[in-house]
């Protein structure tokens, strides 16, 4: 059974620009959440997608934005990139239904992204 | 607001060592799911267990246990006769059960070292 896959691995971009980070999850699994990870600020939730509708949202400014495909797959998009933005983004997919809560997350290996 | 705490963040043993890496949690959530996550130098971030409020019963799976006690607050994980391969980033984290989502709370984790 194939993981999360997240693509691309490393990436280097210069400020300014932006970035479109792919999430392919686990087969069967329908809810996708994208958390950013940085030496400063630690792990930190961004959003959540379930049947391709966002369903939580964390506390980060609007240059960051997300979307999930009929198929679960989800991108996540970062505009106007700016140095602090370099991290590494984590992808996590899992069951969830509407009802529940938690459900446990299975990560991705990350996107480290690097702004110049 | 949630918050978790792991104070230690940084821990050397030698191989067969047992460790107990500690969490500390605020909610105001009376129903709330803990979780451990180990993050190995590749990145991923590992699930290791899964624990709701309702259920305060210790739990031991092979060489890690857990310690959740509500009364403190508090979600502790202990490896016992630790190896090398235990070396690895460990996270502890928090979310609510009903209206969460996957959005979890991480701690800023405990780097833990296990050496010859």
């Known amino acids: 059974k194939a993981g999360v896959t997240q693509t691309p691995r490393y990436l280097i971009k210069t400020r300014g620009q932006q970035v479109t980070l792919s999430c392919s999850p686990i087969?069967?699994?329908?809810?996708v959440s994208w958390y950013q990870q940085t030496p400063g600020q630690g792990l930190q939730f961004l959003f959540e997608y379930f049947s391709e509708t966002q369903r939580n949202k964390g506390n980060f400014p609007g240059r960051f934005s997300g979307r999930q495909f009929s198929n679960s797959r989800s991108e996540m998009n970062v505009s106007t990139l700016e140095l602090g933005d370099s991290a590494l983004y984590l992808c996590a997919s899992s069951l969830a239904d509407l009802a529940s809560g938690a459900n446990v997350l299975t990560f991705g290996a990350g996107s480290r992204l690097t702004v110049l | 607001a949630q918050k978790v705490t792991q104070a230690q963040t940084e821990i050397s043993v030698v191989e067969k060592e047992d460790v107990t890496l500690d969490c500390v949690y605020e909610t105001r959530d009376t129903t709330y799911y803990l979780f451990w996550y180990k993050q190995p130098p590749s990145g991923e971030l590992v699930f290791l267990i899964r624990?709701?409020?309702?259920?305060?019963q210790n739990e031991i799976s092979g060489r890690y246990s857990w310690n959740f006690q509500k009364s403190t607050s508090s979600f502790n994980f202990t490896i016992t006769a630790s190896q090398v391969v235990d070396s690895a980033v460990y996270f502890c984290?928090?979310?609510?059960?009903?209206?969460?989502?996957?959005?979890?709370?991480f701690g800023t984790g405990t780097q833990l070292k296990v050496e010859l």
């Open positions: 984290a928090l979310s609510p059960i009903t209206g969460g989502g996957n959005k979890l709370t």
């Open positions: 087969s069967g699994h329908r809810s």
């Open positions: 624990r709701n409020s309702f259920d305060e």
